[in-house]
């Protein structure tokens, strides 16, 4: 059963009113439902990042990466599951039983059916929460593009589409290839 539309949504009342594990976001107060899990091919880029990640971050030490579903409220009424998340060390956020406050670091994958989503409104929220980089990762292009806050909006920091790589402004360090990121399958589904 699907609530009605309302704008008076905070995290506060998602965890009293829906059912435990429902899957929503908030935009603004609005209660956005999340899309069916994520296919087989959005798993594998987000592993592969994940990997990639983890041995800039949590093997040196710097920080910890998180991964959907994990809720992320940003403010009482704009709760967010981004696909991965960077929290550097000393955390800003607090970490409760979700995270409460901006991750240094968002990454999404792009579907089909977020592109809107993650291109338009999740940009200008995780902007106006102080998120300092923003990735956007595309596999039906095999783009990743780079974000960086610069003030209130994002500017493009990086791009790279089928070859080459990108570097994190926030991250010197962090350098990815496209070829690491949508590398083929070794099989195919039926």
Known sequence: ???????????????????????????GGNLVPMSPSPSYEHNRISRRLEKILSRIIEDTGIGEIMHAPMDVELAPNEVVQPDLFVL?????????????????????????????????????????HGVKEYWLVDPAYKAIEINTLQGNSYQTHDYAELQGEVSSALLPELVVTCEEVFGEARHSLA
């Open 1 to 27: 059963m699907r609530p009605a539309p309302d704008t008076g949504w905070t995290y506060t009342r998602m965890l009293a009113e829906l059912p435990e594990g429902s899957r929503y976001e908030l935009y």
């Open 88 to 128: 550097l060390y000393p955390i800003q956020a607090r970490i409760a039983r979700h995270i409460i406050g901006a991750p240094e670091l968002v990454i999404e994958i792009v579907s089909p059916g977020s592109s809107k989503s993650d291109r338009i409104e999740k940009k200008a929220i995780y902007a106006r």
